[in-house]
């Protein structure tokens, strides 16, 4: 097959067998003439997991187990290192949602190894297209031992179905609130009772609310002035506490006002659980537990990094010099720092 010819396989497989996804996905190997080779980092798509609560958000383990027994089946001799790795896509603790997923076993069994992206230092990647939006974006960086969703509308769809698996009469039983994105020109007459959300940085309106003249501006950051070393990661306790403070500080007034671009799926379901009075993932008799268990984890393992003097974010790029400079030549330019 030419590299340039693209071909598409459809396969059929009606039930989660390892042993026939196994199969498979070695035959689609062979079709298209490839072998794995150097190091393989394979990314199951793991938003949340918990078993009896979230137990369909995930890659399941039967897929990875056959992917992975596939890749073993047709590394070539020069294979480094195939590893799992992955960010839960929901605020809460990696580790907790690879437990609930399964993949602890299946990881063992293969013997690979396997990175939580939020514990892992990030580590800057140059990018070179002619159209980029920025010169470099942070990826994290696997190691040698064994050691937007769609912005804040399509976060609150998520946090609203995170809410309903622990409250399936949500919709029905929550108090009503308006929630605005983006800039918005209309009216908003709200209910008697009714708080008024102000969703995200890029929100922007002007009226009156109750008999109070009302100014939300945006304060939205163009994504050109905004250098991705600069950024942080937030704990997820820091985030409760925003979210409370803000909700403190909005208590008596029609509206409240939630930064952020996104706003997270975390904060958007402490907001509808407090404001709707429903019942809170975060607090529930069945995820606290555990969720104390993930996050203390996730905690011991950036102190120790940090110990260690490995920082969660780096300066230096992952590439040999020589590499590099072989990139500038081809490239006719001279990299910019970021």
Known sequence: MSALEPKVILRHCDEYDPDRIRAIVREGLDELGLRPTGRVLVKPNLVIALPGIFDHAFTRPELLDGLLGALKDRADEGIEEIAVGERCGITMPTRLAYEGA????????????????????????????????????YAPEPEHSDYCWGGCPGAIEEAIEVIRQLQPDAYDSMRPMTLVFGAYDGPIEPREGEKVVFMGDCCRWKGRLRGTEVTIPSCYVDRQRIKPCNARMTDIF???????AALFAARGKPYLRITGCPVSVA??????????????????PATVGP???GWLAWRWARIERWLLGKPYQSDQLPVPAKATAQLEDASGSTEQDS
């Not at 190894?113 to 002619?130: G, S």
């Not at 820091?238 to 409370?244: D, H, S, T, W």
């Not at 379901?269 to 607090?283: C, D, E, Q, S, W």
């Open 291 to 293: 969720f104390l268990r």
């Open 238 to 244: 820091v985030k409760m506490l925003g979210v409370y």
């Open 102 to 137: 399964g993949y602890p076993g299946v990881v063992a069994k293969h013997n690979v190894a396997h990175y939580f992206f939020d514990e892992v230092t990030q580590v800057p990647v140059r990018l070179r297209h002619p159209d980029r939006l920025r010169d470099v974006i």
């Open 267 to 284: 904060e958007q379901i402490l907001v509808m659980a407090t404001l709707g009075r429903t019942k809170n993932p975060y607090f529930a």
